[in-house]
């Protein structure tokens, strides 16, 4: 839903860069930030949440920290972090008239020791500690798993079929936690490639404002060139994260597979019938006649 919801922004800021003029208000102003920003948020706390979740499968006696209602509680927390973490977006996000023209632009003036503050949290908060939270848990999944197939390999298999079938209704997945660690290590690995020039870019930006703010000086052409080169760079960069993950799970997760297929077929048996089909067999498709 958070790559939906990024998405969905792009559209807007096309048309505003193709007219060099925001034209849809102050709300979808104050939107389209919020939709940019707590994806970040939410794409690495849900990921935090597969990596742990991964590594307490592991455990035998830690089912019911995995109930449904437990899943939806984390959801519902990670998205209330990520808009509580995108209130100064909404506080200072406005529409300001530029250069004859109306830009969409955080208006809000912070000071130095503000904008420092603001910088590295997002630094901590949507990058670093996260980063920390799924290494711990995969490593603790990895040395686990690694132990258990060194020990005892047919009682560490009966023991995971077990394990993953109390919480499946006595159904053994086809996709293991050690296929699942696998999977989330790549879309981190993306995540943190597609976002981490993002941040670099911001502490650019931080860098450049303090050296303004101690001695007035600026920045040479030169770098003010590379630096919108880079910046664009780096917020296309943050789009493409969006777009990967769907690409990778389909890669990676054999259920996810047969997941979109089994619409893709759907979809064509029940809404695009063959051509080949007589008109006899379309009729009593359409109308129940067997």
């Not at 939906?4 to 939107?31: A, N, Q, R």
Request: hydrophobic share 45%.
């Amino acid at each position: 839903m958070a790559d939906h919801l990024l998405l969905w922004t792009l559209p807007l800021y096309c048309v505003s860069t193709f007219k060099s003029e925001w034209m849809f208000g102050s709300v979808i102003c104050k939107l389209s930030y919020v939709f940019r920003e707590s994806n970040k948020y939410t794409g690495i706390l849900t990921l935090v949440a597969l990596s742990v979740d991964r590594c307490l499968a592991s455990y035998h006696n830690t089912a019911a920290l995995r109930r449904l209602p437990v899943g939806i509680a984390v959801c519902v927390a990670a998205w209330l972090f990520s808009l509580l973490a995108c209130l100064p977006y909404v506080i200072s996000a406005s529409v300001v008239v530029f250069g004859g023209r109306r830009r969409c632009l955080l208006a809000r003036q912070m000071t130095l020791q503000d904008r420092r503050a603001w910088t590295y949290s997002q630094l901590v908060l949507g990058l670093a500690a996260p980063l920390v939270a799924i290494a711990g848990a995969n490593v603790i999944l990895l040395r686990r798993l690694r132990r258990r197939s060194i020990r005892r390999p047919e009682v560490a298999a009966e023991g995971s079929r077990r394990s993953f079938a109390s919480c499946g209704g006595g159904r053994v997945p086809s996709f293991g936690p050690l296929a699942m660690a696998k999977l989330v290590i790549v879309v981190v690995g993306v995540f943190v490639a597609c976002q981490l020039p993002y941040h670099v870019v911001e502490l650019m930006s931080l860098a450049t404002y303090q050296s303004y703010s101690a001695d007035g000086s600026l920045p040479s052409a030169t770098f003010r060139t590379a630096f919108v080169y880079i910046n664009t760079v780096a917020q296309l960069l943050v789009y493409v994260s969006s777009c990967f993950n769907p690409v990778i799970y389909g890669i990676f997760n054999k259920n996810y597979r047969k997941l979109q297929w089994t619409k893709r077929t759907y979809a064509r048996v029940h809404f695009y019938p063959p051509v080949c089909l007589s008109m006899e067999s379309l009729y009593a498709r359409f109308c129940c006649v067997e």
